[in-house]
């Protein structure tokens, strides 16, 4: 497994980076609505997770809006690839080895231990973010029995094309599950019980989005102008026509 070896240099030029070079030119808004609880309990993130840009997106709002000490697991794979990815938090893991999954979850236990906040996407891997159900793996029970006092914090991703030729991402942050909700619950009661939380939360959401009722949304981020607000800005006047 490889450990994270957070750099607190490199995380002040990679979210730079991030937000600037990568997110700008990228995202026409990012938008946010909810708030993590202010707490000196152990959080568990949970995040639904449909592509490439969601650990970019995590580390952004852990930045921003998540003033927990953060750590995020990420498969060995893209770890190896992206090896820098340690020093803004990640730590590995191998889904198709058991003994390795054992490990990294024991790893976040300890995280979990020193009071840390810690994301999963407990999908276990990219799924289509209008597949239903999530199906979400059981590593986040076994952490919850690990340390039962942890709190859960559910955060949803929604990507979607509205007026503007770059996404807008919305991002919803949910209500802590507290400890109580689910210390009496078996790992499978858990695992059912998280996944129907995002998975509501994910598609109201959508709703939400599909009926344009976006007043509880914050900015998070804002875009560079689009090609259509760079083209009504050119447009003449009647006084040049």
């Not at 998975?199 to 959401?205: F, I, K, S």
Request: hydrophobic share 35%; aromatic share 14%.
């Amino acid at each position: 497994m490889i450990e994270a070896q957070k750099s607190k240099t490199f995380r002040k030029l990679f979210h730079l980076y991030n937000k600037y070079w990568l997110l700008r030119r990228s995202f026409y808004s990012v938008n946010i609505r909810g708030s993590f609880p202010k707490t000196n309990q152990p959080m568990l993130v949970l995040v639904n997770h449909s592509n490439w840009w969601d650990g970019l997106v995590s580390y952004y709002v852990t930045e921003k809006v998540c003033h927990h000490d953060s750590y995020a697991m990420m498969g060995e794979e893209g770890m190896k690839k992206f090896p820098f990815f340690r020093k803004i938090g990640a730590f590995s893991v191998r889904k198709d080895q058991p003994r390795s999954i054992l490990t990294s979850l024991n790893y976040a236990a300890t995280l979990l231990e020193h009071k840390k906040a810690v994301w999963i996407f407990p999908q276990g891997e990219e799924r289509h973010l209008e597949e239903r159900p999530l199906f979400f793996q059981q590593g986040v029970a076994y952490l919850l029995e690990k340390k039962p006092e942890t709190i859960v914090v559910p955060v949803t991703y929604y990507y979607t094309f509205t007026h503007h030729q770059r996404p807008e991402l919305y991002i919803d942050i949910g209500s802590a599950v507290l400890p109580a909700t689910t210390n009496r619950m078996s790992r499978k009661q858990q695992t059912s019980y998280l996944e129907q939380i995002v998975t509501n939360q994910l598609d109201q959401q959508k709703n939400a989005i599909i009926q344009n009722k976006l007043n509880e949304y914050r900015p998070l981020l804002n875009g560079t102008k689009s090609v259509s607000e760079w083209l009504q800005w050119l447009k003449p006047s009647r006084k040049d026509r």
